[in-house]
């Protein structure tokens, strides 16, 4: 059982940055690939980035082509945190950010979408003004 809490959403001008963090409670958090997911009001939530499990090919990252080379994920397994540092932000990145967590791969999570995906957190908004 893992339980997902995420932070870090707020309102920024275009051009920003942000970071988003996500707390994971759970003793096998390094077991578990990492992901992030964005949804907008009226479409479906889509995949933004995925980062293995330590006890895979550690390291491996998949991004959505629309944030590749401006947003970067990273995970702390001895803090159980995910991150999530948005650069370079666009008002078409506003969306609701939800942390998941998978036993897949994060090119599974990225392939499959929310199926994929196993736990969730509750989201957190980030709306970025032009």
């Known amino acids: 059982q893992v339980q997902l809490v995420e932070s870090g959403g707020g309102l920024v001008q275009a051009g920003g940055s942000l970071r988003l963090s996500c707390a994971a409670s759970g003793r096998t958090f390094s077991s578990y690939t990492m992901g992030w997911f964005r949804q907008v009001p009226g479409k479906e939530r889509e995949f933004v980035a995925a980062i293995t499990a330590i006890s895979a090919s550690y390291g491996i990252i998949y991004y959505a082509d629309s944030v590749k080379g401006r947003f970067t994920i990273t995970r702390d397994n001895t803090m159980n945190m995910v991150y999530l540092q948005m650069s370079s932000l666009r008002p078409e990145d506003t969306a609701v950010y939800y942390c998941?967590?998978?036993?897949?791969?994060?090119?599974?999570?990225?392939?499959?979408?929310?199926?994929?995906?196993?736990?969730w957190g509750q989201g957190t908004q980030v709306t970025v003004s032009s």
């Open positions: 998941a967590a998978s036993i897949g791969g994060p090119g599974r999570l990225q392939q499959l979408g929310v199926t994929a995906a196993n736990y």
